[in-house]
């Protein structure tokens, strides 16, 4: 059986960032950090898919910050993408849900004006099962006269982000990204090496009848979710006046990576296993960069009760609630938690 060629018309990543550096929308420096991810994010799909035959699969027997078992292609992903931006000559300094605090650039390496932070695997609960996991990442600007970042200097809020991305190992590979000029989603051509441009300007619908969130935790939320989700199963006959259909892929990126193909809402809500932490996931390397991708691509990103982009970090691995997706679906969301607030004494 031949490979199926890819178009000479095609736009390469290299062409997409080398015409945005052309139109004055990117500069040299950003344009190459992001070829060194999106290289790095090639090596990872790679180790993803060698699965059980590369010997990757199973927990690594260590564990992050953040109390969670680490699984050996988390600490792969996390070696990889560290290796190849260290010395990118980009970066004041790089951050990981893998790694307690930012990591320096060593002294011997070139340095640059960007931060870079991200998840290496994302959803990587899913690798020994064989269902999609991801890669996000979010770049941010270094303060002025920062070469050399400590953990303070990435707390910037969401709105400061100058690029956010995240790359889906699924049947196929894909990197979707934003430098703050629409959404696009780039499919890796695996034979080439290269990632191509396969949709311009990602828009998600304003409506929508689908719903992504984990079930299980329902008598865990608070009243505002409760209300919310119990609308949306009642269906024609409730209040919503239709029927919703529920998605939940349990990797965010496979799950927004939906939402940004044919719309829907994702929620990770505070319930009371997380309340503690003020919510599951977390903000600067995995709700700010999704929210700023779902944002240009026309959706709304929320806690419930603020604008993601618009929450000032108080750490690095800050969690969050999270509800993000179709625009007006979002907004409805948020609705129920802001009636829920008014009501209280
Ligand atoms: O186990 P649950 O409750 O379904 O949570 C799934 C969520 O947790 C995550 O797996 C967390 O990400 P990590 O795998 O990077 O820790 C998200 O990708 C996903 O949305
Ligand atoms: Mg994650
Ligand atoms: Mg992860």
Known sequence: MSAVPTPSSAISLTRYLIEEQRAGRINADLRLLIEVVARACKSI??????GALGGVLGDAGTGNIQGEAQKKLDVLSNEILLEANAWGGHLAGLASEEMDTSHPIPDVYPRGNYLLLFDPLDGSSNIDVNISVGTIF???????????????????????????????????????????????????????????LTTRDMQIPADTQEFAVNMSNQRHWQPPMQRY??????????????????????????????????????SYPLDAK????????????EANPMAMLVEQAGGAASTGRQRMLEVQPTGLHQRVPVFLGSKREVETAVRYHHEFDAEQP
């Open 274 to 285: 997380c309340a503690d932490k003020g919510g599951k996931l977390r903000l600067m390397y």
């Open 45 to 50: 799909s790679i180790a993803v898919g060698k």
């Open 138 to 196: 979010s770049v941010l600007r270094a303060p002025d006269g920062v070469t050399q970042a400590e953990d303070k200097d990435f707390l910037q809020p969401g709105t400061a982000q100058v690029c956010a991305g995240y790359t889906t190992y699924g049947p196929s590979t894909m990197l979707v990204l934003t430098i703050g000029h629409g959404t696009h989603a780039f499919t890796l051509d695996r034979e080439v090496g290269s990632f191509v």
């Open 229 to 266: 989700v119990g609308d949306l199963l009642s269906g024609k006959q409730g209040p919503r006046g239709k029927d919703f259909n529920m998605r939940w892929v349990a990797s965010m990126v496979a799950d927004v990576h939906r939402i940004l193909t044919r719309g829907g809402i994702f």
